[in-house]
């Protein structure tokens, strides 16, 4: 059965510093992957997916990704954080063909200081 | 373009009753997955249905069950309420592409 790991529950970063989130994935083969973006009482924003070819991905409000084969990860990054990121982050691995069943890791809640 | 919403936004119930919960889809959206946030964890699939068919499930029990309508709207249902099925839960609807959009959810609350 496929499981996404994010290793860590929270993050504390001051407004302006870089930001990597992190993804570690474990199926057979590779799996589609997702960020996802969850503010407080709301639902989720898809920030960026990866399905094939390039390996850095680009996504909304300035979020990449880099999808590593060799190390089951899919980390999320963000080179200057603003207060309003200040959010929960989910991972998500899709199986690349067949049934679609999603798997989320427990998230990533992100404290920006000022 | 009206975006995925829920109803209701929240509710309370007992343990043993019944509940259901609607979603009506992004327009143009032929499929709709609903999933189980418990506080702190991530959403867990619970089912999605493709133009009125089951067309995957996750690890949930029978007595949660769904419908999809011709408009593509749907509703879960939930028969037998247990104090651990408090949780949001949260509706998104896709076009088959793997690309979801969710709703703010319904919190479920049981007492």
């Known amino acids: 059965a496929q499981s996404v790991t994010q290793p860590d529950i929270h993050i504390t970063v001051s407004e302006g510093a870089s930001l990597e989130l992190r993804c570690n994935y474990s199926?057979?083969?590779?799996?589609?992957l997702f960020w996802y973006v969850q503010s407080p009482g709301q639902g989720l924003q898809l920030l960026l997916k990866?399905?094939?070819?390039?390996?850095l991905v680009q996504g909304i409000k300035g979020f990449e990704a880099e999808f590593k084969r060799s190390q089951s990860s899919f980390n999320l990054r963000k080179p200057s954080v603003h207060w309003s990121d200040a959010a929960e982050y989910f991972c998500?691995?899709?199986?690349?063909?067949?049934?679609?069943?999603?798997?989320f890791g427990r998230g990533t809640s992100l404290i920006v200081h000022p | 373009e009206t975006g995925v919403t829920q109803s209701p936004t929240h509710l309370i119930k007992t343990r043993g009753q019944q509940v259901t919960l609607r979603c009506s889809s992004q327009?143009?959206?032929?499929?709709v997955s609903w999933y189980q946030q418990a506080l702190g964890q991530g959403p867990q699939f619970i089912f999605q249905?493709?133009?009125?068919?089951?067309?995957g499930r996750g690890n949930f029990p029978p007595r949660f069950s769904g419908l999809q309508f011709p408009n593509y709207s749907s509703e879960l249902n939930v028969n037998a309420l247990e104090l651990d099925d408090s949780a949001l839960y949260l509706c998104?609807?896709?076009?088959?592409?793997?690309?979801?959009?969710f709703g703010a959810g319904t919190r479920l609350s049981v007492l």
């Open positions: 998104a609807s896709s076009l088959g592409d793997n690309i979801q959009y």
């Open positions: 199926y057979g083969a590779t799996p589609y």
């Open positions: 990866y399905f094939s070819g390039d390996t």
């Open positions: 998500a691995v899709v199986p690349s063909g067949g049934s679609y069943i999603p798997t």
């Open positions: 327009s143009g959206h032929n499929t």
């Open positions: 249905y493709y133009r009125e068919e089951e067309n």
